[in-house]
């Protein structure tokens, strides 16, 4: 598939109804601490501090729309320091139910910007995702445990994306929402935020995980971004074990949680892929099920049970098509 020049991000018409309203930034545009649309609390005690970001892509609502939840119910750490932070609100501010999914970023994706020989290259041409990646750096760099809520192409399970290293599997546990929990290596393309510095290294008490909230402009998106902030919240201690309590009791009891391991992203080499059947993700394949063809080369399952994470739509040359997993003990 060539690469669009303009409209949807995809490329391709939305299935999807938008059920979700962005809510207004407006309101959060100064920020505590001179970075705009962060906002960082100091308990004063001691503590780590521990940060939820949202819209890292612009046409991820769910997020924003739980820091606002969070942001009008005054919520401050009990211990340590707690950040909200609207990420890549230019793009954001772009978005239009007529074409959703074109507000997903302005130049590039800021979610790949995040290795430091990327941040530091001083020869690197300029975008609106490079210039805000390292205007929030400093602050990214006080933060020991994150949360990055995102959401998905695709009508499928939430996920809980747990990076490459068994502690981001831990701190998933603990959370305990999205019960299903996959451990994989990101993308060739470029590093994600939630691998950046110490939360991608084994010796480092930093910490990360990132979550796939369901569809991106589904309602019960919303609903999950929501209860994974409060129990991560909880978790880590920013908050007390009773908070939200009236709103967590009106939800369902977490399902029993699942762990997948990702053997291989798919990293398109042509500009002739096509997936054998429209995959949505979640799909268990029997070892040498076709998945799909990447010009001449065919993409076969590899495992006994081999789980199809996040197939995408956007099927262009240097971007991952899909995550190839196969079940793990927890």
Request: charge should be negative.
């Amino acid at each position: 598939m060539t690469k669009p020049h303009s409209g949807s991000a995809t490329g391709l018409p939305n299935p999807y109804p938008v059920e979700l309203s962005q809510p207004d930034l407006t309101p959060y545009a100064k920020g505590t601490d001179g970075i705009p649309y962060i906002w960082t609390f100091d308990s004063g005690k001691p503590g780590p501090h521990v940060a939820i970001t949202a819209i890292v892509h612009g046409n991820e609502p769910c997020g924003a729309l739980a820091l606002e939840w969070l942001m009008t119910r005054d919520t401050r750490p009990v211990a340590g320091k707690l950040s909200f932070a609207f990420m890549n609100v230019a793009a954001y501010e772009t978005f239009t139910p007529e074409v959703p999914d074109a507000s997903r970023w302005v130049d590039e994706d800021f979610n790949r910007l995040w290795a430091e020989s990327t941040l530091d290259d001083p020869d690197r041409p300029m975008t609106e995702e490079l210039r805000r990646a390292r205007e929030v750096r400093p602050w990214l760099d006080t933060v020991d445990l994150l949360l990055d809520i995102h959401s998905m192409q695709s009508k499928a399970a939430a996920l809980a994306m747990a990076g490459l290293l068994p502690k981001g599997r831990e701190l998933a546990r603990q959370v305990g929402c999205p019960p299903l929990v996959i451990n994989d290596q990101g993308h060739s393309e470029g590093l994600r935020m939630r691998d950046y510095g110490g939360f991608a290294d084994p010796a480092s008490p930093r910490n990360a995980m990132l979550i796939e909230c369901g569809q991106h402009w589904e309602a019960a998106s919303a609903d999950v971004a929501l209860e994974t902030a409060i129990r991560f919240l909880i978790a880590t201690g920013a908050v007390n074990a009773d908070f939200a309590a009236d709103w967590m009791a009106r939800q369902p009891a977490p399902a029993p949680m699942q762990f997948f391991q990702v053997s291989r992203a798919v990293t398109i080499e042509t500009d002739d892929f096509k997936f054998a059947q429209e995959w949505t993700g979640l799909e268990h394949l029997p070892e040498g099920t076709l998945i799909g063809h990447d010009g001449p080369t065919e993409i076969r399952a590899p495992h006994p049970v081999t789980v199809l994470i996040m197939p995408s739509r956007r099927l262009w040359r240097t971007k991952t098509a899909v995550r190839l997993a196969e079940p793990i003990a927890g």
